[in-house]
């Protein structure tokens, strides 16, 4: 008796390449990035934009997954640009870039909505590896250079009257919820809260998700910029 064939197993679907607009108005920067970007086989680069009126358009016309925003650009800064992106879709992570570790703006790019930044001289898998970051739905925070210009910033807000008393629990969220929005600020990931406070990582994914609804905040950017103008977290705690 001849067996029959067995049906071959349909390939499984290769997931689909993050999809990134590079944003800046100096061509050789976002010809740089765009070639960089291009050699890896999860990123696709599906457009370039001269200027913060040129990416808002792009934005709309491609729906790129990442943004890598310029801060400084004619017509329209990358900050607002970023505001207004954010605002008008919520899927965009934007990812600012700068020269300076120490931009007096990228602390305000941060709370127009960016999920993090990147120097113009990070190095090719950096590069990739802060679009991946940013795709997935995290916050580019775990440098110590970022948490130290979060807080540094944060110390500026506090000065005009902007932060709360030190140790203030926002009233929306729990006490363990609280625990873990302190440790976001601190630049810890999923996995690292989990070992601090000895809890299962998706019971920590499920903490964030209900501290980012009950704070009407957008992703972990936000929140822990949010515990530092809050005076949750104090200026220098991170370090």
């Known amino acids: 008796m001849t067996t029959p064939p067995v049906p071959a197993t349909p390939p499984t679907p290769a997931a689909s390449p993050i999809r990134v607009l590079v944003a800046d108005d100096q061509m050789m920067v976002r010809q740089g990035f765009s070639v960089l970007l291009d050699t890896q086989p999860d990123i696709e680069v599906v457009g370039q934009a001269v200027d913060g009126l ?78 991946r970051v940013v795709a997935s739905g995290e916050a580019l925070l775990a440098p110590t250079v970022t948490r130290r210009l979060i807080a540094e910033y944060a110390r500026l807000a506090e000065g005009s009257g902007g932060a709360a008393r030190a140790g203030a ?9 609280t625990e873990v929005l302190v440790l976001i600020a601190q630049g810890r990931s999923n996995a690292e809260i989990a070992g601090e406070l000895v809890v299962a990582g998706q019971t920590v994914k499920t903490h964030v998700g209900r501290i980012l609804v009950k704070l009407g905040l957008r992703d972990r950017t936000q929140a822990a910029v949010f515990a530092y103008e809050s005076g949750l977290v104090r200026p220098g705690s991170a370090q």
């Not at 990442?66 to 605002?87: F, K, N, Q």
């Not at 992570?93 to 960016?114: C, H, I, N, Q, S």
């Not at 629990?169 to 919820?177: D, G, N």
């Open 54 to 131: 040129d990416a808002l358009a792009k934005i709309a016309e491609l729906r790129p997954d990442v943004v890598l925003m310029d801060i400084r650009m004619p017509e329209l800064s990358g900050i607002e640009a970023t505001r207004r992106a954010t605002a008008s879709d919520a899927a965009v992570r934007v990812l600012v870039l700068t020269t300076f570790d120490l931009d007096e703006y990228v602390y305000e790019a941060l709370r127009a909505g960016a999920s993090g930044f990147l120097l113009k001289d990070a190095s090719a898998d950096q590069l990739a590896d802060a679009v």
């Open 169 to 177: 629990r926002p009233a929306e969220l729990t006490e363990r919820e």
